[in-house]
């Protein structure tokens, strides 16, 4: 068992930037990789980024590449997302996510932190 808890979220203008932390406790945080969904009002839960347990491979939806960066740090059993450039199509609630390993589905999950932009 994996417990996750976002922070970082907030109100900002188009063109800022915010970056998300999600704190990892529980179990070994290297054994897991890590992934940040979000969901806007009245849409699905979509795929933000992810990255490997090691930190050496990361991917990124279209909508956030270039713009986003996911980050980890083992040490700390820490995981980041630095946005830039925030759109007001960015305004959700963004979920980090682990999946351990030899398993297809990231079966842990936080409680969510609000980013809004405005435009």
């Known amino acids: 068992q994996v417990q996750l808890v976002e922070s970082g979220g907030g109100l900002v203008q188009a063109g800022d930037s915010l970056r998300l932390s999600c704190a990892a406790s529980?179990?070994?945080?290297?054994?897991?990789?890590m992934g940040w969904f979000r969901q806007a009002p009245g849409k699905e839960r979509e795929f933000v980024a992810s990255?490997?347990?090691?930190?050496?491979?990361?991917n990124y939806a279209d909508s956030v590449k270039v713009r986003f960066t996911i980050s980890r740090d083992n040490a700390k059993n820490t995981v980041f997302l630095q946005m830039n450039s925030l759109k007001p199509e960015d305004t959700a609630v963004y979920y980090c996510a682990a999946k351990a390993l030899f398993s297809d589905e990231y079966g842990y999950w936080g409680q969510g932190t609000q980013v809004t932009v405005s435009s």
């Open positions: 990255i490997s347990r090691s930190g050496g491979s990361t």
């Open positions: 529980g179990r070994t945080f290297s054994n897991y990789a």
